[in-house]
């Protein structure tokens, strides 16, 4: 299901939402004796900016994600065997 953004109207408040294409939120989740929002508080949807990327771009972002992995592991084990190595027991 996608996600959807909404802000109440009345105390400002945006809730990120799952529901199907169909549904539609209206009311103000946040109505209750401690809340400024009335019982007609409405709600707006917040338009958002979908990134749609090519199957070569995510091939490449994928395996540049894993690669960054890879070196920043190989750097903490490097950092640890120095570490270990000049290890001594305190006295």
């Given at each position: 299901m996608p996600k959807y953004i909404y802000q109440?109207?009345?105390?400002?408040?945006?809730?990120?939402?799952?529901h199907s294409f169909e549904e539609n939120?209206?009311?103000?989740l946040q109505?209750?004796?401690?809340?400024?929002?009335s019982i007609?508080?409405?709600?707006?949807?917040?338009?958002?900016h979908i990134n749609y990327l090519?199957?070569?771009?995510?091939?490449?972002?994928v395996g540049q994600v894993v690669n960054d992995h890879i070196e920043s592991t190989k750097q903490e084990i490097?950092?640890?065997?120095?570490?270990?190595?000049n290890?001594?027991?305190k006295k």
């Open positions: 109440c109207l009345e105390c400002g408040h945006a809730y990120e939402i799952r939120i209206d009311t103000c109505i209750n004796e401690d809340s400024e929002c007609a508080a409405k709600l707006e949807r917040i338009p958002q090519t199957k070569q771009e995510k091939k490449m972002q490097k950092e640890y065997k120095e570490e270990m190595i290890w001594s027991p």
